[in-house]
């Protein structure tokens, strides 16, 4: 009987030991990945957009106490969803879907589907400048919203062109009046006549002036080259490996002579000429008469 007892005890002894590890361990392993979780979280950007405080039924008005922000991760984010900087402009407006507690407000949902505005594309700090561009620096009309340029500046002083980098890896937010990139046109090209980009507001300035003072010129950048180039000012005729022009004023024309004077109609100084060949005279030839 005390052999039964003293094993039975040895038993529930050894089945809490075997339990307590067991939650020792199934405690290690939670706490292990709410720690991986958190620092997937800390990794992960986010962004900022208006969701309802409450479910709301279509026809229901946007009011900024119905309202709050949330953090979502960038990847789950509706690319249409409002953000806080644009709420100012859909306060008031009706919805034309309802939307319930928690879940983005959508531009699409707003009655009439009223598109964000061209200046929501820029972030904070920047400015858009438009650019007249023709056939040429338009690549052909080939140049898409998306895509990043170089603007190159060719500017004359001093009887001298210069060319130079004037904005080197910006982006093209419309062609035209064509925002969003379109792949259906016939042979990829179109017609336009202006090209707006993306700069910092002293750039812009610098684009200004480069415009009223010279021409500027496009060049096309692979997506993936972020490559920086030089950016010295060149003598154009030096590129072209033309050297020792003449200064202002002066002519590289070789002198043409006209009867004594040079071509400026200015009268040579005869000591300076030559001398003149002696011609020997030629005797008059004798008239031949007919024989009778």
């Known amino acids: 009987m005390k052999l039964s007892l003293h094993r039975s005890w040895l038993i529930l002894g050894a089945a809490l030991a075997i339990g307590g590890l067991a939650a020792f361990g199934v405690n290690r392993y939670i706490v292990r990945q709410v720690q991986e979780v958190e620092a997937r979280g800390k990794a992960v950007k986010t962004v900022r957009i208006v969701v309802p405080k409450e479910d709301l039924q279509k026809g229901s008005a946007l009011e900024a106490p119905l309202v709050a922000v949330r953090e979502v991760p960038q990847e789950w984010a509706q690319s249409n969803a409002v953000t806080p900087d644009q709420f100012a402009r859909v306060e ?26 061209f200046s929501s594309r820029l972030a904070k700090g920047r400015r858009a400048i438009t ?12 140049l898409e919203p998306g895509d990043r340029i170089d603007l190159m500046t060719s500017i004359r002083r001093d009887n001298q062109t210069y060319m130079f980098p004037l904005l080197q890896n910006v982006t093209i937010l419309a062609t035209g009046s064509r925002a ?23 750039d812009a300035q610098r684009v200004l002036a480069a415009r009223e003072v010279g021409k500027l010129a496009a060049l096309l950048r692979s997506p993936g080259d972020n490559a920086s180039a030089s950016g010295a000012r060149r003598d154009a005729m030096a590129l072209l490996g033309i050297g020792g022009l003449p200064r202002q004023g002066e002519s590289d024309a070789v002198p043409v002579l006209y009867g004594g004077r040079n071509s400026a109609g200015h009268e040579l100084n005869p000591g300076r000429l030559p001398a003149a060949v002696p011609v020997a005279p030629v005797a008059p030839v004798a008239s031949a008469k007919p024989s009778p």
Not at 132 to 142: F, K, L, Q, R
Request: glycine letters at 10%.
């Open 180 to 202: 969003i990139p379109e792949g259906d046109a016939k042979d990829g090209r179109r017609t336009y006549a202006t090209i707006t980009l993306e700069t910092s507001p002293e």
């Open 131 to 142: 650019v007249p561009v023709d056939e040429v620096n338009s690549i052909s009309g080939m």
């Open 92 to 117: 008031h407006q009706k919805l034309a879907y309802g939307v319930r507690r928690g879940e983005m407000i959508l531009w699409s949902m707003l009655e009439g589907q009223r598109a964000p505005t």
